[in-house]
């Protein structure tokens, strides 16, 4: 018996749902940016993003050759954006299959190290997406992470409609995103329907995504959560470009 007999990935190898894994992700026409996450203060991070969505729509990607850029934009151009990356926090998505891959796990922790050294921090954001249901398999891969202390921060949770990952969110995610409503209906439902206090209290902080318009803002404001954090095109940005290899 396996531990790769029920995986759902695997089983599912000649649908097209797994026709595009191994992308190369190097290949010049995937542009990546870093979109500035805010606090009280100012920026308090960067999330990796396709900078060229319509090019590779739908598509899932081999994030360890992500990681290799990263690597080769820290060791190389990082220097160049030294006031803007010291002190900062790092934000890569991962697919939670991707927790399967011991040679991703080794390079995640490596450079997670390697951002220590440069003042920064990595934060593991696990995507909302599960394609391994029902396998669990992958809790081996976070356990791994926890252990050698790379943040875990969880994804477009959903708090409200239930989520695959609220068994481990105590357990093993430091922080936690949640996508702001624009209906001003769901934004007030949203505002008042949890206990911010003692839920924000659980993590090392909150990411608010998807934050477009004042009132947004000021209704996040209102709750008077510490250490909360605030992303979205409200927000002007640089947009620092990871350029391919090469």
Known sequence: MSKFDNCQLLNGIFTNQALHLGQDLLNASVDYKLEEIYGQDGVVGYEVLIDNVGSVKDRLFNAGLLMDRLFYFIEQSACFYKYDMEGKSLFVNFEVYELCDSKLLKKIVEFSELLKVRGMELVCEITERNL???????????????????????????WAQGDYRSRDLLRLFNSVKLQVPKDEICLESFSKNLHWNDFSNKFDFIVFERVETVNQLHSLKSLNIDHSYYQGYLFESNRIKLSPLG
Not at 132 to 158: I, M, S, T
């Open 132 to 158: 391994c249901a029902p396998c669990r398999v992958y809790e081996q891969g976070l356990l791994f992470l926890k252990k050698h202390l790379v943040h875990l921060c969880a994804d477009d949770y959903d």
